[in-house]
């Protein structure tokens, strides 16, 4: 039973370009959310999603981020236009439709804008 | 104010010790607990949840909740130096929603 997949592991971008990260959640998993570390401190909070629905991304920064969970495919977290400031590491988690919700993390992507 | 705070450590405890992880939180929407143990450089791993009041137990791990003092904790028994890791606390109310983190505590489990 494959967890939660997430490419690429490691992203390399020069400041200006853009950053697509991808991510499958568990089988059976409906609900993807979207985390950012940035070196030496906690795990953020950025965006939830569903199918078709962005259901919370409270934590998203207003502006050259976007995220989306298409009915078919991966969920994409989309920055534009890069920056130092956005090397940290991406990482997304799913959890089921149903009991505690409990979410269950990808391995991540590193991201490191040059 | 923090949401979830939890002490930084190091904790360092012997092998074969129990280690005491502690966490409190403020907001007392919350509704369920996680705990995480994340190696350097990896991702997190869910260890635990727990959403009743009191202990629940799973192998060596126990997690305890105290919703009127808004304190959890996790006890790791006979403590390994595989175990030597960081772990987070987290909360969300109960429903799917986001989790809110804590910054970790660092353990180190000495031989």
């Known amino acids: 039973n494959a967890g939660v997949m997430q490419n690429p592991r490691h992203l390399v971008r020069r400041r200006g370009q853009e950053a697509r990260l991808r991510c499958s959640p568990m089988?059976?998993?409906?609900?993807v959310y979207w985390y950012r570390q940035l070196p030496e401190e906690g795990l953020k909070f950025m965006v939830y999603l569903q199918k078709e629905n962005i259901i919370d991304e409270s934590g998203m920064p207003k502006e050259r981020f976007s995220a989306e969970f298409p009915k078919e495919g991966p969920s994409i977290l989309r920055i534009q236009q890069v920056v130092r400031g956005d090397s940290a590491a991406y990482f997304c988690?799913?959890?089921?439709?149903?009991?505690?919700?409990?979410?269950?993390f990808g391995p991540g992507t590193r991201l490191t804008v040059t | 104010q923090k949401e979830v705070e939890q002490n930084s450590g190091p904790l360092s405890v012997p092998e074969g010790a129990i280690a005491s992880l502690n966490c409190t939180y403020s907001d007392r929407g919350s509704q369920s607990f996680f705990w995480y143990r994340q190696y350097s450089g990896k991702s997190p791993e869910l260890i635990m949840f727990?959403?009743?009041?009191g202990d629940k137990e799973d192998g060596r791990f126990t997690a305890q909740l105290n919703k009127a003092s808004q304190y959890v904790s996790l006890l790791i028994r006979d403590s390994q130096p595989s175990d030597s890791a960081t772990y987070l606390c987290?909360?969300?109310?109960?429903?799917?929603?986001?989790?809110?983190f804590g910054t970790g505590t660092r353990l180190q489990v000495t031989l």
């Open positions: 988690a799913s959890s089921p439709p149903w009991g505690e919700y409990e979410q269950y």
């Open positions: 089988k059976g998993h409906s609900h």
């Open positions: 987290a909360a969300n109310t109960g429903t799917a929603s986001k989790l809110t």
């Open positions: 727990i959403y009743s009041n």
